[in-house]
């Protein structure tokens, strides 16, 4: 009888630790209704205690670590980047461009577009870059960490995005700066 009482009572305290430890995660870091800095009142990403998500207006479970927001749902899987710290909130939000030469692109050299978004890149093979066919600037490639950083010559901050190349197709993880949503 001692044997079942003790070893019941070690049961119910093992599934209270490991229930509070499940819900922890979720508590106060990343949870809330976040949106891009020039339109607070668009809510993009919502993060709930419980585990659920919606992004874009999609829902989805998430589970996060110290660099990437999971977002699964029954037909897809979505990893983003992020940074947060107390002052800042970076989601990074994945972008795909089509190699616009002729050829076959063996760097970030070249016409990129995103027929999605209608946004473009070119870089040169001098260093310098044009966002949009607007926005003029420096950059400069660590092939190491899979970065690229974009130096503006006016507008914008530097920024430092992540990429990867597939055959013809560049992968951009942008940054965008999130605030809680009004």
Known sequence: MKRTYV????????????????????????SGKWAYIHEPEKVIITLKDNGKAVYKGEKYTYTYDDNFITLKSADEEIKLRYTKDDKEFYLYEPCEYDYMDEGTPNSIVGNWYDYSTKWSYEFTDDGTFKEDGYFPGFYTVDEDAGTIKLIYNDHFYDTTLYYSIEGEKLHVDYPWSMVAAH
């Open 7 to 30: 070893f019941s009572l070690t049961l119910i305290m093992l599934i209270a630790l490991l229930s509070l430890a499940g819900c922890g995660q979720y508590k106060g870091r990343l």
